[in-house]
């Protein structure tokens, strides 16, 4: 039985992205790998530092995850210490 599940997307921030991280319902779970590479952002957003590398993923354990309705953070904060979040919710459902 799968008892993971990847989080992952992109960043971009003027300064650069210091780390990006994953909370669920306010509770921070870690840190994201950051520096994957997105050379389609690269292009789409130009003039970020490291935009080529503005991807990141996380593999959240749902072990540790309640059942039901569950708010998911993404917050990527830049070298300047400036944050920017994004939010969804799921619906957690385990047998």
């Known amino acids: 039985q799968n008892t993971s599940m990847k989080i992952s997307g992109w ?3 003027a300064s650069g992205i210091k780390e990006v991280k994953i909370l669920i319902d306010g509770q921070l779970m870690g840190n994201a790998k950051i520096g994957f590479e997105r050379r389609d952002l690269d292009k789409a957003y130009p003039g970020y530092t490291n935009g080529v590398n ?3 993923e996380y593999i959240l354990d749902i072990n540790n995850v309640k059942q039901g309705n569950r708010h ?3 917050q990527a904060v830049g070298i300047d210490g400036t944050i920017q979040s994004s939010s969804i919710y799921i ?5």
């Open 54 to 56: 503005s991807g990141f």
């Open 91 to 95: 619906n957690m459902n385990k047998h």
């Open 72 to 74: 998911i953070t993404v």
């Open 11 to 13: 960043a971009l921030n």
